[in-house]
């Protein structure tokens, strides 16, 4: 495991929120499928609300209207493998590189939490400070629909998530080390549960998510078309 030389945007604060969350938060949001008869363009619309910073502009609505997009590929490993080039990228300082990777991470997909802190870092250390501000904007802005979610502390409540690259990656914005996962069942429904790491205090703690989105997807895909 090496290091970020980048420090994690507010993980203080990240951790606070998901501590007041789940002192606060008694149940899990309800998400339903989407109503719009085009998603594609209704995700599109949202994502303009959120690049014009509307007031009413919804990052819940932008992750759930991209589940039902032309890229949403929540079991294809392409975005993490190049979220691992991108930490690279950072680590070793080669912001072009790193800006470059982010760029195509994010338009293929807008929510990805990797692609939006990636261009915070290298915009922020390019003193690109407008950009680098937007990215953050959109990145609080996403892992706080995760967060919200639910308590992500017990199966009962967990957080509900896009994909396992999402899942990882709120893992690591909450500064943990991913240690392993595991499928677990609560009830009639399938979730995972992922452990982590406090590489400060030796800690292991356990979130649980939920990847129904994932699995309708997959479900939907091998159906037959007629």
């Known amino acids: 495991y090496r290091r970020m030389k980048y420090i994690y945007i507010s993980i203080a604060v990240a951790i606070a929120l998901l501590t007041a969350n789940c002192a606060t938060n008694t149940q899990t949001t309800v998400f339903t499928p989407s109503l719009h008869t085009n998603t594609q363009s209704a995700y599109e619309a ?92 959109v990145l609080q802005g996403i892992i706080n629909s995760i967060i919200q979610s639910g308590d992500g502390q017990i199966p009962e409540s967990p957080f509900i998530v896009n994909s396992a690259t999402e899942a990882r990656a709120v893992i690591k914005m909450l500064g943990l080390i991913m240690v392993r996962q595991e499928p677990v069942k609560n009830g009639q429904k399938n979730l995972d549960v992922y452990t982590a790491i406090n590489s400060d205090t030796n800690e292991l703690l356990n979130f649980y998510f939920d990847l129904s989105r994932a699995r309708l997807h997959s479900f939907k895909a091998s159906i037959p078309s007629e």
């Not at 294809?76 to 195509?104: F, I, M, V």
């Not at 293929?108 to 990636?118: A, C, E, R, V």
Request: net charge negative.
């Open 46 to 137: 949202e994502k303009l609300r959120i690049e014009q910073r509307h007031q009413d502009a919804s990052f819940t609505a932008l992750r759930e209207l991209y589940t039902g997009t032309k890229n949403y590929q929540p079991w294809d490993s392409t975005e993490h493998e190049a979220s691992l080039a991108l930490l690279n990228a950072q680590e070793d300082q080669q912001y072009t590189l790193c800006l470059q990777l982010a760029e195509a991470i994010l338009m293929k997909n807008f929510t990805s939490i990797d692609g939006h802190f990636g261009a915070y870092n290298c915009y922020r250390a390019s003193d690109e400070t407008t950009k680098a501000e937007f990215h953050r904007y």
